[in-house]
């Protein structure tokens, strides 16, 4: 890509940063919380374009000053010296030129809200139970490490052990952008607790990662939505079965239902259902676009279809395959223990590379 093309698009991103700068000062978008809010999201994402912006017009000043030197320079060791400088600027405007590239690509807005995380157990009887366990402990780990809060919405325990259905809500900083690869069906290759001629069973669990709605993403009218209470079940102390606490939202424009008794206070569990309501109803205008986006790339990485195999996770082998990017790593004990983050990096990769090729800019 022509520097002056990297340097053009960057000037026309200084002009917008200066605008909404200066928009989000003015007393009648300050008085308006919907705009304030997402020109102040703006303003926070453009940042880093701002800081790629000024090293890049650094580093082209520098090899222009160091060309206009090795004119001038008639000293051979000075000459040298000044065309080093300028062959290590080169390289190093190359460099950065690529990084640049990836910060110009269109942001995904939804990458840095929080997420639903949705396991389920699929074919495979209890033993893909007790692998949505493990794949729910193995996101617990990981969103740990980020420093992410990890608080459970609702759970369908396994018969021996894990769970049947487990929905997980993560908050912190670009949650959904990080986790919205693991979209898909995760796949189980190892020998069964219940297993006594230790043969190797193949069972399954679906993942689906939702995009946290916001407070303005969505208008919820409360008389679309009827509560139920009811006694909650499972583990959970004296007021389990005894205080009418879980509560079930109906959404009955959609049908959509919405269970959470994790609380054991009714106003709780309320919340996080209301919560997890709006969410569902906004991924149903949020699938429509990663459809698209699934109908032009050539590759599954971060596409909408959820009920494409995604992963195998081989115990006797001890390695972890992804099936989109074909890579596989020999350390699965580290990986179900939430050393999820180099097969992420990978897939950001690849989906950046494939963006890139789709935008024209190389």
Not at 20 to 38: F, T
Not at 89 to 95: D, T
Not at 165 to 186: A, F
Not at 198 to 220: Q, Y
Request: proline share 3%; net charge negative.
């Amino acid at each position: 890509m022509a520097e002056n093309i990297i340097l053009d698009k960057l000037e026309g991103v200084k002009d917008r940063f200066i605008y909404v700068q200066e928009k989000i000062s003015e007393p009648d978008i300050i008085s308006d919380m919907k705009r304030y809010v997402k020109l102040n999201k703006e303003y926070k994402d453009l940042e880093p374009l701002i800081e790629a912006y000024d090293k890049y017009k650094d580093i082209l000043d520098n090899i222009h000053s160091s060309k206009e030197l090795l004119k001038e320079e008639t000293d051979p060791e000075m000459r040298e010296m000044a065309k080093e400088e300028v062959d290590t600027l080169i390289k190093s405007r190359a460099l950065f030129e690529e990084e640049i590239k990836v910060l110009l690509l269109p942001k995904d807005p939804e990458d840095a809200k929080n997420a639903i995380i949705e396991i389920r157990a699929g074919a495979g009887g209890d033993e893909a139970s007790i692998f949505a366990g493990d794949l729910f402990r193995m996101y617990t780990k990981y969103s740990e490490s980020k420093g992410w809060t990890v608080s459970i919405n609702r759970t369908t325990e396994g018969t021996m052990g894990g769970f049947k259905e487990v929905v997980l809500e993560v908050k912190g900083q670009d949650v959904y952008g990080i986790l919205k690869y693991e979209s898909g069906v995760h796949r189980v290759q190892r020998v069964p607790q219940t297993e006594t001629q230790g043969r190797v069973h193949t069972s399954a669990a679906s993942v689906a990662v939702l995009p946290e709605a916001e407070e303005f993403d969505i208008d919820l009218k409360t008389e679309d939505v009827r509560k139920d209470l009811y006694c909650a079940s499972g583990p959970g102390g004296q007021s389990v079965n005894t205080t009418y606490s879980a509560v079930r939202l109906t959404h009955e424009p959609s049908g959509l239902v919405v269970t959470c008794q994790d609380q054991k206070s009714q106003h709780k569990n309320y919340d996080k259902a209301l919560k997890e309501l709006k969410t569902r109803l906004y991924n149903l205008e949020h699938q429509k676009y990663l459809d698209e986006i699934a109908s032009k790339r050539k590759t599954m990485v971060s596409t909408g279809d959820r009920s494409a195999k995604i992963r195998t996770y081989n115990f006797p082998q001890g390695r972890m395959t992804d099936h989109r990017i074909k890579y596989t790593l020999y350390n699965l004990q580290a990986v179900m223990d939430g050393d999820i983050g180099e097969i992420i990096e990978k897939l950001q990769i690849a989906e950046n590379a494939e963006r890139l090729k789709d935008s024209g800019v190389q």
